[in-house]
């Protein structure tokens, strides 16, 4: 006779291995959620990660132009104090980002805790079409950088 998890009526649970992978990737974005709701967000849109101890952007400093992940931290940091749409404005692929770890730490947390393969449907839905569509997307926030730059 089938086990249940063959037949489809039940879902397989995710061995202690795939659950301690889990709660590491939980962890690691908690932890990035922390350190941006710890930061305070500049207000002209990029320049928090100087917060972080890291230099100026040198795109920025020489080129008068924002870099591909400008205002990223800025938008990790008002995303994670609900200012959801300054952080778009901020940066918008940093804002969807930045929603992606709240989803993926709560989606994380729930395989490490119970076992669920939620994991791994969403790891199926990684293919060619998707990581084209992230390209797109984080080239069109650059555009968007780009047009609405300010070095004030």
């Known amino acids: ?3 249940a998890t063959t037949t489809g009526s039940r879902s397989a649970s995710v061995p202690g291995v795939g659950r301690a992978l889990a709660g590491l990737i939980a962890s690691g974005c908690l932890l ?3 350190v941006a709701a710890w930061l305070n967000p500049s207000a002209n849109g990029h320049g928090t990660h100087t917060q972080l101890g890291m230099r100026e952007c ?3 400093t020489m080129l008068d132009r924002p870099c591909p992940t400008c205002g990223m931290t800025t938008a990790f940091a008002f995303a994670a104090e609900g ?3 300054a952080s778009a404005a901020a940066q918008p692929f940093g804002f969807l980002l930045a929603l992606g770890t709240a989803i993926a730490f709560w989606g994380s947390l729930h395989v490490a805790l119970f076992g669920s393969g939620i994991g ?3 790891a199926g839905m990684v293919r ?3 990581m084209w ?3 797109g ?3 069109a926030a650059w555009a968007y950088k780009i047009v609405t730059w300010s070095s004030a």
């Open 120 to 122: 791994q449907a969403a």
């Open 1 to 3: 006779m089938p086990s």
């Open 58 to 60: 040198s795109w920025a």
């Open 133 to 135: 569509i992230i390209g």
């Open 128 to 130: 060619p079409a998707v």
């Open 32 to 34: 990035l959620l922390s």
């Open 83 to 85: 200012s959801f749409v």
């Open 137 to 139: 997307a984080v080239l």
